[in-house]
């Protein structure tokens, strides 16, 4: 298992840590992903009714075979590791400071089925701008945290840990590192613990003050859907008149999600503990985690790379995909990730109350695109506003350098 130091200083102290499970471990997943028994085939010839039957045996037999997860090990140990206690749980994070004068301390917060892993493509291009073709006044010191009951942070024993709750502790870990004014950026369940961190509730009426140190956020997956088209997409109602073509297409989107794609998030939000299977088998975790749409109807990025039928450019391999699912296999984290969808009580996909600088970007293939009407009135702070061409759900993935590019824009205002 993972290593840390002892607890010489106290709980609260800030511990180095290392990747390292036993060897026993890796062979122990691998001869679980060999004595899998799958189902029969599909009886359709798309994906309808779930990840292909094909492409799952096509994944085992590389996992099982080919893949190196010490490749992957040693890419998380080239860069400093650390864990503290918040609030009770051992909150773990990658901490990078830049070698240019006047970085902007940064908080990278990562979703489900996501990871840190999602997020190493960030720190090069935030840390070292001007090896990326950016300036050096565009610099940030990152810290990237594992989320309560994901990867190498605490499982927790007790409820309450919802976003707000996470929000919360993050902005205690950039303080306990010395920062005094920072900014965050957030996608998936990290938009949703973005906009918690600046004072986003569920009734935006009911918003509170952001922390003094919390200067701006950017999320590119942002709360902008008014509360009451949210509603009718979600039970399937037809669009309302009076919609422009894109906040249509928007409303269109996030209809077609719920309707054939959000069954993952209905059993993880009612029964966590059931899915049993998660920490049983690889194969049903890997399927678990794969079962995204992206909005379109069509297979979502993941599925494509591991079909090698990429629609558009992307950095995303199916090496990176199998190191995030093995890191829920190894932590056994694949149940306590899950209680976060139980946990949670804001809104995915709605409108929150932020008032603090916000700057957002859709990407594309993303489950849904966020109109820009949409997003002003979501966040009337507004300092930054882009449509990708490229990338999807898993920008920091599939589009690092892109998201980069927008985070340094966001910002560059607010230093």
Request: aromatic share 10%; hydrophobic share 40%.
């Amino acid at each position: 298992m993972a290593v840390t130091t002892e607890r010489s200083a106290g709980a609260t102290a800030i511990r180095p840590f290392t990747v390292e499970f036993p060897e026993a471990d890796v062979q122990d997943m691998r001869a679980r992903i060999a004595a899998t028994r799958f189902p029969d085939r599909e009886t359709v010839k798309d994906e309808s009714q779930g990840v292909p039957l094909a492409m799952m045996q096509d994944l085992a037999r590389y996992w099982a075979t080919e893949y190196d997860w010490r490749k992957c090990e040693a890419r998380l140990n080239a860069v400093p590791n650390f864990v503290t206690e918040i609030d009770g749980v051992d909150i773990h994070f990658i901490h990078v400071r830049s070698k240019h004068e006047d970085a902007l301390p940064l908080v990278v917060c990562h979703g489900w089925p996501g990871s840190i892993i999602e997020q190493l493509k960030l720190i090069g291009p935030l840390t070292d701008p001007t090896a990326h073709g950016a300036s050096a006044a565009d610099a940030f010191h990152i810290v990237i945290p594992s989320m309560p009951g994901y990867g190498f942070s605490g499982k927790p024993t007790g409820t309450g840990w919802d976003p707000v709750r996470i929000g919360k502790a993050y902005v205690e870990l950039m303080k306990r590192l010395g920062y005094e004014r920072f900014v965050a950026q957030g996608g998936d369940w990290g938009g949703v613990v973005v906009d918690a961190m600046a004072g986003g509730r569920a009734d935006p009426a009911t918003a509170e003050p952001a922390p003094p140190e919390l200067i701006g956020i950017h999320t590119n997956f942002p709360g902008v859907f008014p509360p009451e088209l949210f509603a009718a997409a979600f039970v399937g109602s037809p669009a309302p008149a009076g919609l422009s073509d894109e906040e249509r297409s928007s409303y269109e989107q996030a209809r077609e999600f719920f309707g054939t794609h959000v069954a993952y998030g209905l059993i993880m939000g009612t029964r966590p503990q059931t899915l049993y299977g998660l920490a049983d088998s690889p194969i049903d975790l890997a399927a678990f985690m794969l079962d995204h749409g992206d909005g379109s109807g069509q297979p979502g990025i993941v599925q494509q790379v591991l079909e090698e039928r990429l629609e558009r450019p992307s950095d995303l391999t199916r090496d990176d995909i199998l190191d995030n699912i093995t890191l829920f296999w190894l932590t056994n984290t694949g149940v306590s990730s899950a209680r976060l969808y139980w946990e949670n009580k804001l809104p995915f996909f709605s409108v929150k109350g932020v008032k603090v600088p916000v700057g957002v970007s859709t990407f594309v293939d993303e489950i849904y695109r966020a109109p820009r009407s949409w997003t002003e009135q979501a966040y009337p702070n507004l300092v930054y506003y882009n449509r990708q061409d490229r990338g999807g759900h898993f920008a920091a993935w599939e589009q690092p350098q892109l998201l980069s590019q927008d985070v340094r824009a966001t910002f560059r205002s607010l230093r």
